[in-house]
């Protein structure tokens, strides 16, 4: 009797959590967010995005904002691989959800996805978004935005990883540019790479110009 009596309340909590809407399950998992809960949040999270799915579509506000946060949760996990998964499937949805509102929330999910690949060490992947992020603040004229050289900043913290491309060379530049009258360790790291870059680009007389500045930012920095 007992075990009817348990069987029958776990059916009607399950029925409860299931006939949910996806705004409630969204709140359950912010609350258990809050909370410390973080398997749990996430767990309340994936029923919500299915459910927003299934009555939105995918192209909604609602679903990004679902997997966005999902992205945030997995980070903080340390599954990176599902926080990349949610905050790329975000960041690709952003344009097509809103068409006309290129801005620094989409450069802020590229780079969050980027960081995420990163962690994960797909770091072609990571270099991408970062490019990415990188291409829209110019389209957008932000150089000379924090957000921009933040972005510029992570770009060459990964930089050691990424296949030495013009493109690259370029954005190491900017960087060091931007840091040359307050160096520091990402400024040493940016002239260092800019000198392996050039050299595996056949452009010596830069090489040896970027290889000069890092060895007197090593002696000063460290």
């Keep these: 009797m007992l075990k009817q009596i348990l069987l029958t309340g776990w059916l009607l909590m399950a029925v409860q959590v299931y006939s949910q809407d996806y705004v409630d399950l969204y709140d359950k998992m912010l609350r258990l967010y809050d909370a410390g809960h973080l398997e749990e949040a996430a767990d309340f999270g994936l029923r919500a995005l299915q459910l927003a799915e299934d009555e939105l579509g995918k192209v909604s506000g609602d ?82 935005d924090t957000l921009y050289s933040q972005t510029l900043r992570i770009y060459v913290r990964v930089s050691e990883e990424l296949p030495h491309t013009a493109e690259k060379l370029a954005y190491l530049e900017a960087f060091y540019n931007l840091t040359a009258t307050e160096p520091d360790e990402d400024t040493y790291m940016a002239a260092y790479q800019a000198a392996h870059t050039a050299r595996a680009l056949g452009q010596e007389d830069k090489a040896r110009q970027f290889m000069e500045i890092a060895k007197k930012l090593e002696e000063m920095l460290y």
């Design 63 to 144: 679903y990004l904002t679902i997997s966005r946060d999902l992205g945030q949760i997995y980070s903080e996990m340390y599954d990176y691989e599902s926080a990349y998964t949610h905050y790329a499937e975000a960041a690709g949805l952003y344009l097509k959800v809103y068409p006309d509102s290129l801005n620094t929330t989409l450069i802020a999910l590229s780079n969050a996805a980027g960081l995420a690949a990163y962690e994960n060490g797909d770091y072609p992947v990571a270099g991408q978004h970062f490019v990415n992020a990188l291409e829209w603040l110019q389209n957008l004229n932000l150089q000379n």
